[in-house]
């Protein structure tokens, strides 16, 4: 373990956080009554244990981070923070008296420790998030995602922050509230919403009520210059955490009722109570994983709390809150960690890890020894990254508190830690300043930071009209064609695809006929990225339905069900179920009945004719029930 500098770093740190010139903004307070001794950074550093081989070095502390809820990274490879502070307790909600704040933190001489700090924007509310993107920073403050434009790079913003999207709910959804901006494979802006209170009715600024987007629960996505929004997914409770694998494949943490789930689009998963807008479901997908971090057994989710932990919740991964969550695909850490889920566990005091295995139609999440434990009891882990260098940043909250309780914030308090596996070799550069065609060549970079900042940027040329964009095409379909990994023709396929939304139809069409399952996934996926597939396309999927039996592909396959209008849909619907490789699949069968059961009710000769078709049982039976129900609701209506 690296010797800390502490009292060098503390000097230092109160030097700029004293010297900083802003607006005047209200003074932070706590409210936190200390039955519990806040341990020193020095002290809390020491609390912390790893695997053999790996070192914990401090990277930041108050005051020159406090109540840190979440990052995100510039070109640069600066870090920026997030700082909630208008977080309060439960009957307060949120403390509007108070103001959030981003900031950016610099490690400047490349030794792991943050060492100059700016203040962005102070005159946040309910700050949950941030992104960067397209020449500014993205902001998720519940009603509102703001967009604070930087075109010229002076780290202030441009102006007044501009409403991206309104109509999130403020009130009633405290720990639940809106989060998570983070880009995707795709282009999109993707977030996620909490199911507490009636939900939010969402869409860009004007929007009329009866057009707007209702989500309780799940996974949303926002497209930047196409200016849409829509749910991906809905259900589990309290999603706070997702990422992407190397195959693109979206994983996001939940809490209470499962962690791990795995993001089908059009998917609708268990919920912790209340409905999916739709009586006529029958049954809901379960969490991708096999296993709970808590006695699930014998344990109520909220017994670690009020009773202390078992040893067998202790052995089980230490309770049932998750915030945070990375799969890791960074070049520091040992091969073995690679493609593993990581995710903060909120009582258990440590970074659960979980492994991902292709399963059916999908996937299956495994346990693995936990990664970090630490003794010090103030730590509430909320968000881990890794950087450019490969290592991993963990932001602690800092606080005895938790969601459902009503005992105070402590807000003075915060630390970031960062986490490397023997000497990582230090990131210099800005990789805006890079070539469209050096940034086209980072998608073969072992490190997925370098990966994705390369493609947000490719992107943001290309909606630009940047003239050296097409060489950088050239070099990416040279390098999809040549491609010495799937992860790399992927990559490639994605950067593609994002500077030119267009991406022929032809090409796209040739890839659902590759011989790796994740390439025709994406393909498929991609076909429907605009909301409604060609003719040609639709055709290409109903040939696939029958003769594709990729497990991951039926999957997609069964989600574009829903993007169809009600008529259209039986042909596909009807190739999907006309075997039964994946009769006893989870996942599946759900998928195709979802995307059946509009279509049921409007046209019944249509569903009759289906039915002896149908290899899959539970698609039998959920569509008796629903002619069933039909015709008990028409009988009443009669009488």
Not at 134 to 153: E, M, R
Not at 270 to 275: D, E, K, L, S, V
Not at 415 to 440: C, N, Y
Not at 554 to 582: E, I, N
Request: aromatic share 10%; net charge positive; proline share 4%.
């Amino acid at each position: 373990m690296q010797p800390l500098r502490f009292s060098t770093l503390l000097i230092f740190c109160l030097s700029i956080f004293s010297s900083e010139k802003t607006v005047e903004t209200p003074k932070i307070f706590n409210t936190q009554e200390l039955t519990s001794p806040l341990l020193n950074p020095a002290e809390a550093l020491k609390s912390i244990s790893l695997p053999e081989g790996f070192r914990v070095q401090l990277s930041a502390a108050e005051p020159m981070v406090q109540q840190p809820i979440d990052m995100a990274w510039d070109a640069r490879g600066r870090l920026w923070i997030a700082e909630c502070y208008t977080y309060a307790e439960k009957e307060t909600n949120f403390e509007k008296k108070l103001k959030d704040r981003i900031i950016i933190l610099e490690d400047t001489n490349q030794d792991g420790v943050f060492d100059k700090r700016k203040i962005f924007w102070d005159q946040a509310s309910q700050l949950t998030s941030i992104e960067i993107g397209f020449g500014g920073v993205w902001a998720a403050c519940a009603p509102n995602i703001f967009f604070l434009a930087d075109k010229n790079h002076d780290d202030r913003p441009d102006g007044k922050p501009e409403v991206i999207l309104d109509g999130f709910d403020t009130d009633k959804v405290r720990h639940n509230i809106v989060n998570g901006l983070r880009w995707g494979p795709d282009g999109w802006l993707y977030g996620r919403h909490g199911i507490l209170g009636p939900g939010s009715k969402v869409g860009v600024p004007g929007t009329p009520e009866d057009k707007r987007t209702d989500i309780q629960c799940g996974i949303w996505r926002y497209h930047p210059t196409r200016k849409q929004f829509e749910v991906v997914c809905h259900g589990t409770t309290n999603p706070w955490g997702h990422d992407w694998d190397e195959h693109g494949q979206l994983f996001f943490i939940n809490t209470v009722i499962g962690h791990l789930w795995h993001v089908v689009p059009g998917a609708r998963y268990q919920r912790m109570y209340g409905n999916h807008y739709d009586k006529n479901l029958y049954e809901l997908i379960q969490q991708t994983a096999d296993h709970f971090h808590w006695d699930q057994g014998r344990e109520h989710w909220s017994d670690s709390k009020k009773k202390g932990m078992t040893s067998a919740t202790d052995a089980a991964g230490g309770g049932h809150a998750h915030t945070g969550m990375m799969i890791y695909l960074g070049n520091n850490w040992p091969a073995q960690y690679r493609g593993n889920v990581f995710t903060l566990n909120l009582h258990g005091l440590r970074v659960n890890r979980d492994t991902l295995h292709r399963q059916g139609a999908g996937y299956v999440g495994k346990h693995a020894p936990d990664f970090m434990r630490t003794k010090d009891k103030w730590f509430r882990g909320i968000e881990l990254s890794y950087g450019p260098d490969g290592g991993v940043y963990v932001l602690d909250w800092s606080d005895i508190g938790e969601c459902h309780e009503n005992d105070g914030i402590h807000r003075t308090s915060g630390r970031i830690f960062k986490i490397t596996h023997g000497k990582a070799k230090p990131f210099v550069g800005d990789l805006s300043k890079l070539s469209s065609s050096e940034l086209a060549r980072l998608q073969t970079h072992a490190n997925d930071w370098h990966v994705r900042l390369a493609r947000r940027i490719l992107q943001e040329r290309a909606t630009v009209g940047r003239a050296d964009i097409a060489q950088a095409r050239k070099i990416l379909r040279d390098v999809y064609s040549k491609g010495s990994s799937i992860q790399c023709r992927l990559r490639t396929m994605w950067a593609l695809y994002v500077t030119d939304g267009n991406l022929d139809e032809r090409w796209l069409l040739k890839q659902t006929h590759d011989n790796d399952e994740h390439i025709r996934v994406w393909a498929i996926k991609l076909l429907n990225d605009r909301g409604v597939p060609s003719a040609i396309a639709l055709k290409r999927f109903i040939q696939m339905a029958g003769t594709d039996f990729s497990g991951l592909v039926q999957l997609h396959l069964a989600s574009t069900l829903q993007t169809l209008s009600c008529p259209k849909r039986w042909a596909l619907a009807t190739a999907l179920v006309s075997h039964d490789k994946f009769v006893n699949d989870p996942v599946l069968p759900l998928m195709i009945w979802y995307g059946i059961n509009p279509a049921v009710s409007k046209n019944r000769t249509e569903a009759v004719k289906l039915l002896p078709k149908c290899k899959l049982p539970k698609v039998r039976q959920f569509i008796a029930r629903r002619l069933a129900s039909e015709d008990s609701q028409s009988k009443k209506k009669g009488q």
